[in-house]
């Protein structure tokens, strides 16, 4: 089989978007330092959940002709920068390992806002009948509240015990 043909075959393949992804994201990180791309994606993991959600990398600076020894631009909420500051041993140790090699060895830390990610909303709670909770919340004379305590009711027996 040619290369020509090897290369339409594989146009008609179903591709995952993860797979096609590194490609697309590359052109619009390398503007900004990121060209790796990982280190974006990857952040939660690379610095833990807690300091993933106030502060974001924003760029990443190497010295010209070389891929070692750069310097990583963070954003960071306002008065945790200082905390980032102490923990910024900790920090590049991380960045580092997640590279497998001295990649990064200061941070620049700039005070701004960080975006969150949207938080999803918990599933509706099922209106099972229960005539124990109908029963105790019969007195309720507010049809709303009556509604709102009989799923408050629900949602505690559905509650798997600590």
């Excluded at 960045?95 to 830390?109: D, Q, T, W």
């Amino acid at each position: 089989m040619t290369e020509k043909e090897n290369k339409t075959d594989r146009s008609w393949r179903t591709q995952s978007l993860g797979s096609l992804l590194p490609k697309v994201a590359r052109p619009v990180l390398g503007r900004h330092g990121l060209a790796a791309g990982g280190i974006v994606a990857d952040w939660p993991a690379i610095v833990g959940a807690q300091l993933a959600e106030c502060c974001l990398p924003m760029r990443l600076v190497f010295p010209p002709g070389e891929r070692a020894d750069g310097t990583l631009y963070l954003r960071v909420q306002g008065s945790l920068a200082l905390e980032l500051q102490h923990l910024e041993p900790v920090v590049l140790e991380r960045i580092n390992s997640y590279f497998g090699y001295r990649a990064v060895i200061r941070l620049k830390i700039q005070q701004g806002p960080v975006p969150r990610p949207p938080r999803a909303k918990p599933p509706p709670i099922p209106a099972a009948d229960d005539p124990a909770i109908d029963d105790a919340v019969s007195g309720v004379a507010d049809k709303e509240l009556r509604r709102r305590l009989r799923q408050f009711g629900h949602a505690l027996k559905l509650r798997k015990p600590l």
